[in-house]
Each structure stands twice: as C-alpha cells, then as structure tokens.
C-alpha cells in the first residue's frame, strides 16, 4: 500500500511490535487470553466449532502498563504532529480525558487490537498490522468520517427496526456489540438488559462528518428523541446511563445521558410501531422548534417532570403544563381539542376542570397532557390553533373530526 505518512506508520508499528513482545511475554509469565466457544451451524451438515482468542479484553487490562512505554510516548508525539488526527484527539476517553489520554485509546490501543484479531493472537504478522494500519489512514485522511452513538433503551420493544429521522433509529441490540469495543461495556447497561423484552432495544444515532466538522451532541440529540418517543407512545422509557460513541468503528467515547432522558418513569412497557415510529420522528423535527416559543417550551419541560412526581406534585405540573399550552381558559380548550363526541368531550372537560380547581389529575386528564402537547407539536402555528379552538367553543366554525389516535 502507499503510506500517507511513513513517519507516523513507523512510529505505530513500532509501538505494535514493543506492545506484541510485551504481552507475548506476559503470556509466557502465567497470563491467559480469555476464550470464547463460537458455533458454526450449517444447514446441511454437522455444526462447526471455533475457539476465538478474546484479545481485546487481554490488552485493555495492560493498557496502562502498555501506555507508560516509551514508544508509546513516542507513536503519541507522531499522532499529534499529524493534524488529520485532531479528531480522535478530543475522543471522550477515560473519566478525566486528556488529548494523550484519548489518542492512546482510540488510535494505538485500537491499532494494536486489530493487528492482534487479526493474528489470532500476539504472533507477529507484517500482512496483519499493514491492513489495520491502512484502515486507520483511511480514517485519518478520508474526506468523510462515519459517527455513530448508541445508547441502550429501557421500557420499549420493537418488531422491527424503527427509522425516526434520517441518521436515527430504534433496533433491536445485535449480541455483544457493545462489549466487541468496550470491555467494560457490561457493568454499564441497565440491568437485565439484553435478556428480557423491553430491555433489548437501543437507540442508534449516525451521521457523516466531513474533515473539518465536529461530532453531534449525541447527549442532547438522544435526550429529545427520549422525550419524542415518550410523547408518542406514552412508555415508560429511558436511556442509558450512558451512550457509547463510535467513529470510523472506533471506539470514540462513553458519555453520560442526560438525567431527565436516562431516568424511567414508571408504568407498563410498550412496543413502539410504525405508526407511532412514524409520529415520533415527526414530533422529533418539531422538537427543534420549541425553543422559539417559550410557552410551549415550558409545557413540554412540565409534562416531562410530571412523568417523575407523585400527587399532589404530579397534577401541579400537569395543571401547570395545560395552562402554558392552551392558556387560562385550557379546561374548555383541552377538551374541545381532544374529543370529537359530545360525551366523551363534556366527561373530559369535567376531569380538566376538577383538575384545574385543585384536584388530582384523573389518568384522563394525565394523558390529555400528553395528547394536547403532541396537537400543539404537530400545528407551526399554535395561537392559530388556539383561535380555532375558541372559534368552535363561540359555534363559529364546524367540529374538526379525525383527531390523531395516540
């Protein structure tokens, strides 16, 4: 192959070759290579066996031993010489993350283990460490970089993979592709994950980055499609606690997700559809929006805290999340806007307006918040909304029927 840069690809394979004749030897001294027994099956025939070295878990644990080796020191000063590599440089590596720190591992600690996989071991192969090598110029000094995050989901089950918006999906966890990158990846997943129903989903961000742009705020885009999907679906659903960061097939980080996305409220687990896939991702772009009007901004924020809270705290922010959507007048508003039928409408009504002079909020008036919040995402226009509403309660204009079923 034609190297981009000899300096750098004699730097890393020298750091490759020390850190091989280090594990070799600690191998030689008792260590062992933990093994996994894979399967093989065959349609027609026997089922084959393989035994498959674990090399990456072997490294990570003599990664700090691995990394106080002078030609560690030295592969590292290349990397930073090398601007290309600015990137993996502010990597969120470690609790304390430092630009050495990320550089070791998210470039020569994952050099190292793809030469080493591809080995099957610590026998030094030339072929092996020159393909691993052209995988990371590609990374470096390709015009388009390939982000990805995915955080673990709780309180959610899907049939099949769920397309939110474009760079965003819910999917099902493929086996051990977490702990592949991470070998501390299982002490961090919500418990039982991976083993029942609503514990095996994940929410998987992507997106193309070009040489000079930065990642996304994986937190917070994770956090609004959290609060898209709660609105949605009305699952009891979280994120987290934290979302692991990928570039290039890299591991690039493990970041916290943000409290309010990575708490689970309580109530009963639910399969997200394509329906409501569908009016999640739309819920999701309007999202972006609220900002602009502070209002619904803070109706969302109450809603949202309500889904935490016990009574007498729980109906206040659902009172006080009616009242910033639809304004004072929201008991005959919320009712108007969520019921078509005289008697659905006045049995809600009445709920809304015991609600707003003190009481509990009843489950109706509970999801009435919800349903109102998704009507108010859904119009750009939501004080046109509003005089529309008022318009129908003075009987100047015709009942609207095929409200969304949610």
């Avoid at 878990?57 to 290349?78: M, N, Q, S, W, Y």
């Avoid at 026998?123 to 995915?150: K, P, Q």
């Avoid at 924020?301 to 935490?308: A, P, Q």
Wanted: aromatic content about 6%; hydrophobic content about 45%.
């Amino acid at each position: 192959m034609a190297v981009r840069s000899p300096h750098l690809h004699d730097a890393l394979r020298a750091f490759s070759l020390g850190a091989f004749a280090f594990l070799l030897r600690d191998l030689d001294e008792g260590g062992d290579i933990p093994v996994a027994f894979v399967e093989h099956g065959h349609a027609h025939g026997p089922a084959l066996y393989e035994y498959r070295p674990l090399v990456r878990p072997f490294v990570e644990e003599r990664a700090e031993r691995l990394r106080g080796r002078a030609d560690a020191t030295i592969a590292l000063e290349e990397l930073h010489r090398e601007p290309a590599a600015a990137i993996f440089a502010r990597a969120h590596a470690g609790p304390r993350p430092s630009q050495d720190e990320a550089l070791y591992r998210t470039v020569l600690l994952g050099l190292l283990v793809s030469t080493a996989e591809a080995c099957g071991g610590f026998d030094w192969d030339d072929d092996a460490f020159e393909r691993a090598y052209a995988e990371l110029e590609r990374s470096l000094f390709g015009e388009r970089r390939t982000y990805a995050a995915v955080a673990p989901l709780v309180g959610l089950s899907v049939a099949t993979q769920i397309e939110l918006t474009a760079g965003l999906r819910v999917r099902a966890v493929a086996d051990g592709e977490l702990a592949r990158h991470w070998a501390e990846a299982k002490a961090m997943l919500p418990k039982d994950f991976g083993r029942e129903t609503d514990r095996f989903c994940v929410l998987e961000l992507r997106s193309a980055l070009g040489v000079a742009d930065e990642p996304p705020d994986a937190p917070a885009e994770i956090a609004d499609a959290v609060s898209a999907i709660r609105l949605a679906t009305a699952a009891p659903l979280a994120a987290g606690p934290v979302l692991f960061e990928l570039l290039d097939g890299r591991p690039f980080g493990i970041r916290p997700v943000l409290p309010i996305a990575a708490t689970q409220p309580p109530g009963e687990a639910t399969r997200l559809d394509r329906f409501r896939g569908g009016l999640a991702g739309e819920l999701l772009v309007r999202l972006g929006f609220a900002d602009a009007d502070p209002s619904l901004a803070e109706a969302l924020d109450r809603w949202e805290l309500s889904l935490f809270q016990q009574d007498p705290f729980r109906s206040g922010q659902v009172r006080a999340s009616l009242a910033a959507l639809l304004g004072d007048t929201w008991p005959l508003r919320g009712a108007v806007l969520l019921e078509d039928d005289p008697e659905a409408r006045r049995s809600l009504h009445a709920d809304l307006a015991a609600l707003a002079a003190g009481a509990n909020a009843t489950p109706a008036a509970v999801d009435a918040a919800r349903r109102a919040l998704i009507e108010g995402l859904r119009r750009p226009d939501r004080a046109g909304l509003i005089r529309e509403l008022d318009d129908e309660l003075l009987g100047l204009r015709e009942r609207r029927n095929a409200r969304l079923a949610v």
